[in-house]
């Protein structure tokens, strides 16, 4: 197997040595060869065809970029993540989720969610879900792979979050609201949902403040690369993600 060149590639007007890939062999050096600083940024190049995807999720590794850059792939140390079973809301939360009048689903609108994802991003601070990234991750959810929790109110849909399941790992990647805890809301129903199929370690990549109040925490890149092997061979089963409406509240 051919391995891949490194680059001088200038990141933020950082010159820094990266691994350039090959689109066309499917191959990603060892995760625990990313940098220090940039946290995590370990390669270059590639596509984000299913395989590929597929084999970064298998392995620790995303990819996150902006309009314009090249695919970035990154396994940033420590790791953001949280057992299904530490997902609960919060006295307060609870209180407002029953007031709140919510109901659920799971991989019913998909599209929508990452597009919804994208939309209220950009209005922020950009966006990374760019529209490749979009017509990818669509592509995963059509394989099987990729899925998306909504959270409806009167009929409208109001948060939801989409991720990667592959065996008994979840691996989350955006959430969105336009109700106040619509999104905490989807994310305890992942937990809820992820507690019933026996997924056992949501991948949260990266913790930051809101992802602190959910509960997610730090774990050491090597604890979590180690664990994968056995958390991505454990099959579920077929039709653990079928498209439904969830009938308890989380």
Same mark, same amino acid.
């Given at each position: 197997? #051919? ?8 990141? #933020? #007007?950082?010159?820094?040595? !990266? ?8 191959? /990603?050096?060892?995760?625990? !060869? ?6 995590? !940024? ?11 995807? &597929? ?25 953001? $993540? ?5 997902? %609960? ?16 689903? &799971? ?9 919804? *994802? ?22 995963? %959810? ?15 849909? &109001? ?11 979840? *691996?989350?990647?955006?959430?969105? %609201?336009? $109700? @106040?805890?619509? @999104? ?22 990266? $913790?930051?403040? %809101?992802?602190?109040? !959910?509960? $997610?925490?730090?774990?050491? #890149?090597?604890? /979590? ?26």
């Amino acid at each position: 197997m #051919r391995l891949p060149a490194t680059l001088c590639f200038l990141y #933020r #007007r950082c010159p820094i040595a !990266l691994y350039q890939l090959d689109p066309l062999q499917v191959y /990603f050096p060892p995760a625990q !060869l990313a940098l220090d600083s940039p946290n995590g !940024l370990l390669a270059i190049g590639g596509d984000l065809t299913p395989d590929w995807l &597929v084999k970064a999720y298998q392995n620790g590794i995303f990819p996150w970029f902006n309009l314009g850059e090249p695919i970035l792939w990154w396994s940033p140390d420590p790791r953001g $993540v949280i057992l299904p079973a530490e997902v %609960h809301p919060n006295k307060s939360l609870r209180k407002y989720l029953r007031k709140a009048e919510f109901s659920y689903s &799971v991989n019913q609108a998909f599209s929508q969610v990452i597009q919804n *994802c994208a939309t209220l991003r950009q209005k922020t601070d950009g966006t990374w879900i760019t529209e490749e990234m979009i017509q990818a991750y669509i592509q995963l %959810h059509q394989q099987g792979y990729a899925h998306s929790i909504e959270v409806w109110q009167s009929q409208k849909l &109001v948060g939801g979050l989409y991720g990667i399941n592959i065996g008994r790992l979840f *691996c989350g990647e955006s959430m969105f %609201h336009i $109700v @106040s805890n619509a @999104s905490k809301a989807a994310f305890c129903c992942l937990g809820q949902l992820c507690r019933q199929l026996e997924i056992e370690l949501i991948d949260c990549q990266m $913790v930051n403040p %809101h992802l602190e109040t !959910l509960g $997610v925490y730090q774990m050491p #890149r090597e604890q /979590f690369l180690a664990r994968l092997p056995e958390l991505t061979q454990k099959a579920l089963d077929k039709d653990a993600w079928k498209a439904r409406e969830l009938s308890n509240e989380p």
